[in-house]
């Protein structure tokens, strides 16, 4: 069975700080994709990144970076110096390479304060 | 700038009405879905179809929702009757299997059944 768990229900910030958002997976399969969506007050589900199983570089995009560990089944998610439209929920989710359904965690609900 | 649009933004309607919701996913786009939305139940997956046939809709209630794509460009999910534990977002996405592997997602419909 696939499964993703993000055990940050909510994690409150204040502006510039640094946040990690937290995501483990559990999955059978030995290929598979793993990704990020943001999901503003407005909420639309913004696609961030999508990272295959065999490519564990680390990836970084401005402010974003996602660091992959198989070793721990994690995909974590980390915003530099946070800004307040930082603010949103953060689902990661996870399919497998021939299935097309899209496993969602729980989301993390990030509040950055000025 | 592609994007899936979704018609209307918002509903509300009462109990026992037909509901219809309508998807433009991104042209050239071979595969929707179709997720809801809840609180107590996060995102669900309720069907998709892959080059307008429908692959699965077994998370959907039978007995009162529907989902067809009459034609690449539309799909639409109905609900009759509605019900007052129908009030959700739902959500419209696409993604090109075999390409990006990726769903884009819509702005969603937020659903009120009074």
């Known amino acids: 069975a696939q499964k993703v768990t993000q055990a940050q229900t909510e994690i409150s910030v204040v502006e510039k700080e640094d946040v990690t958002l937290d995501c483990v997976y559990e999955?059978?399969?030995?290929?598979?994709?793993l990704f990020w969506y943001k999901q503003p007050p407005s909420g639309e589900l913004v696609f961030l990144i999508r990272r295959n199983s065999f490519d564990e570089q680390n990836e970084i995009s401005g402010r974003y970076s996602w660091n992959f560990q198989k070793s721990t089944s994690s995909f974590n998610f980390t915003i530099t110096a946070s800004q307040v439209v930082d603010s949103a929920v953060y689902f990661c989710a996870l399919s497998g390479y021939n299935t097309d359904k899209l496993i969602f965690g729980t989301g993390t609900r990030l509040q950055v304060f000025p | 700038d592609a994007r899936v649009t979704q018609t209307p933004r918002h509903k509300v309607t009462e109990m026992g009405q037909e509901v219809t919701m309508r998807c433009q996913p991104i042209?050239?786009?071979?595969?929707v879905f179709w997720y809801r939305q809840t609180m107590m139940q996060g995102l669900e997956l309720l069907a998709y179809f892959r080059n307008r046939a429908p692959l699965d809709d077994s998370g959907m209630p039978k007995d009162r929702f529907s989902a067809e794509m009459p034609d690449a460009t539309l799909a639409t999910l109905k609900i009759q009757p509605s019900e007052p534990r129908d009030s959700a977002v739902y959500f419209c996405?696409?993604?090109?299997?075999?390409?990006?592997?990726?769903?884009?997602f819509g702005p969603g419909t937020r659903l009120t059944v009074l």
């Open positions: 042209l050239g786009h071979n595969t």
């Open positions: 996405a696409s993604g090109y299997r075999g390409l990006t592997d990726t769903q884009y």
């Open positions: 999955t059978r399969d030995t290929t598979y994709y």
